[in-house]
């Protein structure tokens, strides 16, 4: 592959189709397309809230806010750790994600103790698809907070696919399954087609959250305009204990 700075608009164009890139390391300067043969998602209506994180959540151990420090969280992420030593996230990827999120496409939820990044994750939405690149904690239970809190914002939103590329036991524990391509396909087709359902479901309604209503396009800001921008534990808790 070349080494030139990755236009965003192929970006686009790869994950529209289920395409996503990748490199070999953080300082490499070559990435490669990924196209899993099995995908993981994680269901909108299928979380799993532990009793635990249920009650980390509501008591708003971590401020949680979203857009508010993008190009910090995916330094984060980027970032080398004593459990992971390197990361596949290089430069020019990190690059095309900061004009993404430019763009209003790319966006973050972050985790704060007090004025400290300890957590967070970031990803591209896309219809009504949410494809999530990468999570961070440096806390315990930060970024299970991360995706709890935009699992809820995309169920407020009217998103209808969390896709999570790759399982692992930590995205599995809270609620992942892994599809066939061919199925995920036809999941990514039907979340950006524009004659998708835009209700936004009974936990929105029941939250006083408005659905995303636009032709076919989720409403990633659903749960803004609360104080300081942080979404409360109460309002994220109780999304996601509501049924679709």
Request: charged share 20%.
């Given at each position: 592959?070349?080494?030139?700075?990755?236009?965003?608009?192929?970006?686009?164009?790869?994950?529209?189709?289920?395409?996503?890139?990748?490199?070999?390391?953080?300082?490499?300067?070559?990435?490669?397309?990924?196209?899993?043969?099995?995908?993981?998602?994680?269901?909108?209506?299928?979380?799993?809230?532990?009793?635990?994180?249920?009650?980390?959540?509501?008591?708003?151990?971590?401020?949680?806010?979203?857009?508010?420090?993008?190009?910090?969280?995916?330094?984060?992420?980027?970032?080398?750790?004593?459990?992971?030593?390197?990361?596949?996230?290089?430069?020019?990827?990190?690059?095309?994600?900061?004009?993404?999120?430019?763009?209003?496409?790319?966006?973050?939820?972050?985790?704060?103790?007090?004025?400290?990044?300890?957590?967070?994750?970031?990803?591209?939405?896309?219809?009504?698809?949410?494809?999530?690149?990468?999570?961070?904690?440096?806390?315990?239970?930060?970024?299970?907070?991360?995706?709890?809190?935009?699992?809820?914002?995309?169920?407020?939103g009217g998103f209808k696919l969390l896709d999570c590329q790759f399982m692992t036991d930590h995205l599995a524990?809270?609620?992942?399954?892994?599809?066939?391509?061919?199925?995920?396909?036809?999941?990514?087709?039907?979340?950006?087609?524009?004659?998708?359902s835009s209700a936004g479901g009974a936990a929105s309604s029941a939250?006083?959250?408005?659905?995303?209503?636009?032709?076919?396009?989720?409403?990633?800001?659903?749960?803004?305009?609360?104080?300081?921008?942080?979404?409360?534990?109460?309002?994220?808790?109780?999304?996601?204990?509501?049924?679709?």
């Amino acid at each position: 592959m070349s080494a030139e700075p990755l236009d965003p608009s192929l970006l686009l164009g790869a994950y529209s189709v289920g395409v996503f890139p990748m490199a070999d390391s953080r300082r490499a300067e070559d990435i490669y397309w990924v196209e899993p043969r099995r995908r993981a998602i994680l269901p909108l209506d299928g979380f799993h809230l532990s009793r635990s994180l249920r009650k980390v959540i509501a008591a708003d151990r971590f401020r949680v806010t979203a857009d508010r420090a993008f190009a910090e969280v995916i330094a984060l992420c980027a970032e080398s750790a004593a459990d992971r030593p390197d990361t596949w996230i290089n430069a020019s990827i990190e690059e095309a994600f900061v004009r993404l999120h430019a763009q209003g496409l790319a966006h973050s939820v972050e985790c704060w103790d007090g004025d400290r990044l300890v957590g967070g994750l970031y990803g591209l939405a896309l219809g009504r698809a949410f494809f999530g690149e990468s999570m961070v904690s440096r806390a315990p239970n930060a970024s299970k907070v991360a995706i709890a809190a935009l699992v809820a914002r995309l169920r407020a939103g009217g998103f209808k696919l969390l896709d999570c590329q790759f399982m692992t036991d930590h995205l599995a524990s809270l609620g992942a399954i892994e599809v066939a391509r061919a199925d995920y396909m036809t999941l990514l087709g039907a979340a950006l087609s524009s004659t998708a359902s835009s209700a936004g479901g009974a936990a929105s309604s029941a939250a006083g959250v408005g659905a995303a209503v636009g032709a076919g396009v989720g409403d990633f800001g659903a749960l803004d305009g609360f104080a300081a921008g942080a979404v409360p534990g109460k309002l994220i808790a109780q999304l996601l204990v509501q049924t679709s």
